[in-house]
């Protein structure tokens, strides 16, 4: 069954600690992202990926970093820099290069909601 | 810069019709797209439009004005499940990131 993975669902950490988010999808997809997504707010894009070990910062990367070894993955790491880590992050991954363009729509995972204690 | 508008809530009674409103300001334009998420979960794909005009899928419809920078999302024969957040999202000049606006909460009542 084709799809997009985030793992853990729910996650805890402690303040000052770093910790990673997976996200995998096995749909061939070109381009992954990360967005950051706070009550009552829209998706923020933290960093985005077209193509396997390159990737560009978003308009809110400070404090995240990523990598993008396999096609498949694109894991989120959550720095201890990052001042205001408590949110539900969403990664969500499309083709770049089809002749129909609607079919470069984001598919996007269920979510990992990340809790600071 | 980039930035798209929405308005923050709407409301709505069953069986109605509503309109959502969509202004963006970017850097380039290559295509909106419509998603909607329900509280907790993941953005659903709703439509998608890169040349000006309607497109129509059952209730739903998605309008763009490249010139205004405008799109709307029309919901008909509004239905209780419908009650949910709505994002509108645009794709960057470079064609790859999808820039989101804040959404529109849509409470659908009886």
């Not at chain 1, 669902?9 to 910790?19: A, D, H, I, P, T």
């Not at chain 2, 799109?71 to 024969?77: A, G, M, P, T």
Request: glycine share 8%.
């Amino acid at each position: 069954d084709g799809g997009i993975t985030q793992s853990p669902k729910y996650l805890f950490r402690k303040e000052g600690q770093n910790v990673t988010l997976s996200c995998e999808q096995n749909l061939n997809h070109d381009a992954m992202y990360w967005y950051r997504q706070d009550p009552g707010q829209g998706l923020r894009l933290i960093y985005y990926s077209q193509i396997v070990n390159d990737f560009q910062k978003g308009d809110i990367a400070e404090g995240y970093s990523v990598s993008r070894e396999k096609k498949e993955s694109f894991p989120l790491t959550v720095t201890s820099a990052q001042k205001n880590p408590t949110a539900f992050y969403l990664c969500a991954s499309s083709h770049l290069n089809t002749r129909d363009l609607q079919t470069r729509r984001a598919f996007f995972g269920q979510g990992t909601r990340l809790t600071v204690v | 810069g980039q930035n798209i508008d929405q308005p923050t809530e709407m409301t709505a009674t069953e069986g109605a019709i509503v309109q959502i409103n969509c202004t963006y300001q970017t850097s380039g334009f290559n295509g909106l797209f419509w998603y909607q998420q329900h509280a907790g979960e993941a953005p659903t794909f709703l439509s998608y439009n890169v040349l000006d005009g309607l497109e129509e899928k059952g209730r739903f419809s998605s309008f763009l004005s490249r010139s205004k920078g405008y799109s709307y999302l029309l919901l008909k024969e509004l239905q209780m499940k419908d009650s949910a957040s709505y994002l509108c999202a645009v794709r960057d000049r470079t064609g790859t990131a999808l820039i989101f606006g804040k959404g529109t909460t849509l409470s659908v009542s009886s």
